[in-house]
Nanobody, 124 residues
Framework: QVHLVESGGGLVRAGDSLRLSCVGS????????MAWFRQAPGQEREFVAS???????TAYAGSVRGRFTIARDNANTVTLQMNSLTPEDTAVYYC??????????????????WGQGTQVTVSS
């Protein structure tokens, strides 16, 4: 079992940047595919970005590609750099870890461990 804790959310204006962090405990992150998801009020939880166990491969949702960057270190931290934020990016952002699937998988049901989420609000 891995315990995930997100941080870095906040209230920003359109065009600003934020950097989210996810720190884990127990088993090292290298055993897991890591991802970020988000959920806006009244909407389904949606995939944002994922990164492979060795950090060499990434995948992004079309809505964030070119603006967001996911990265991981060799220990227990995964980050999501978010640039050029828009009000449509407003959501609770969740860090997730998958035991089995690789980074090409984007279904929230495929991820086994979740953080508590961090709120990102972008004003126009």
């Amino acid at each position: 079992q891995v315990h995930l804790v997100e941080s870095g959310g906040g209230l920003v204006r359109a065009g600003d940047s934020l950097r989210l962090s996810c720190v884990g405990s127990a088993r090292p992150f290298r055993y897991y595919t890591m991802a970020w998801f988000r959920q806006a009020p009244g909407q389904e939880r949606e995939f944002v970005a994922s990164i492979s166990r060795n950090g060499g491969d990434t995948a992004y949702a079309g809505s964030v590609r070119g603006r967001f960057t996911i990265a991981r270190d060799n220990a227990n931290t995964v980050t999501l750099q978010m640039n050029s934020l828009t009000p449509e990016d407003t959501a609770v952002y969740y860090c997730a870890a998958a035991d089995v699937v690789d980074h090409t998988h984007s279904g929230h049901w495929e991820y086994d461990h979740w953080g508590q989420g961090t709120q990102v609000t972008v004003s126009s």
